[in-house]
């Protein structure tokens, strides 16, 4: 099993990025995905959540309006467009399969929005 995520880097502020998390091994289109994120000294935050199918999405209030979560099924991935970053947006970016009481995370890819 494993989860990749890719996309993450150095964007000024008020600039955009999308995160990719590419899931194999499992039956993708069967779990929930979710992003999280960790800043240096916090905890880790909920960032945003989609369905297994894709119909349903919910996001952190720190994001909500500027981020959008995104799935492909046929592609085994799951998407996090991300815009209107923030300093504060800076972390370790996670995704997170889960169905039922089975979970599966990824190794993590960074996002520093710095001037």
């Known amino acids: 099993v494993q989860l990749v995520e890719s996309g993450g880097g150095l964007v000024q502020p008020g600039g955009s990025l999308r995160l990719s998390c590419a899931g194999s091994?499992?039956?993708?289109?069967?779990?929930?995905m979710r992003w999280y994120r960790q800043a240096p000294g916090k905890e880790r935050e909920l960032v945003a959540g989609?369905?297994?199918?894709?119909?349903?999405?919910n996001y952190g209030d720190s994001v909500k309006g500027r981020f959008t979560i995104s799935r492909d099924n046929a592609k085994n991935t799951v998407f996090l467009q991300m815009t209107s970053l923030k300093p504060e947006d800076t972390a370790v970016y996670y995704c997170?399969?889960?169905?039922?009481?089975?979970?599966?995370w990824g190794q993590g890819t960074q996002v520093t929005v710095s001037s």
């Open positions: 989609i369905s297994s199918t894709g119909d349903s999405t």
């Open positions: 091994g499992f039956t993708f289109s069967s779990y929930g």
């Open positions: 997170r399969a889960r169905r039922v009481d089975t979970m599966y």
